[in-house]
């Protein structure tokens, strides 16, 4: 029912910044962001509710900054001070239930961006 698009992905070196944007065909209330690296489990890294409150895994606390544009149906990610254990495939979620978002079983799923911190 609603589509998501990712971009901003890339290659930085350790240390660097990148913004991630999440485009959706249509308003929905709970988004967020979520990454996979090779080999690992699938992890939640920050998502925000539909009355504002955000969470974030203790990892990137003080680097990463999930922010909505509500008119233009964008999420976004704001991502300081990478470092190499950042490398993943970023996926953006979103869903009317916030707390099935949370738990990672959100029922709409972009594609994902590739984010590559090199050292």
């Known amino acids: 029912q609603v589509q998501l698009v990712e971009s901003g992905g890339g290659s930085v070196q350790a240390g660097g910044s990148l913004r991630l944007s999440c485009e959706a065909s249509a308003d929905i209330y709970s988004m967020g962001w979520f990454r996979q690296a090779p080999g690992k489990e699938r992890e939640r890294v920050a998502t925000?509710?539909?009355?504002?409150?955000?969470s974030y895994r203790d990892s990137i606390k003080g680097r990463f900054t999930i922010s909505k544009d509500n008119a233009k149906n964008t999420l976004y990610l704001q991502m300081n001070n990478l470092k190499p254990e950042d490398t993943a495939m970023y996926y953006c979620a979103a869903d009317g239930d916030w707390s099935r978002l949370w738990r990672g079983q959100a029922i709409n799923w972009g594609q994902g961006t590739q984010v590559t911190v090199s050292s």
């Open positions: 925000v509710s539909n009355s504002g409150t955000t």
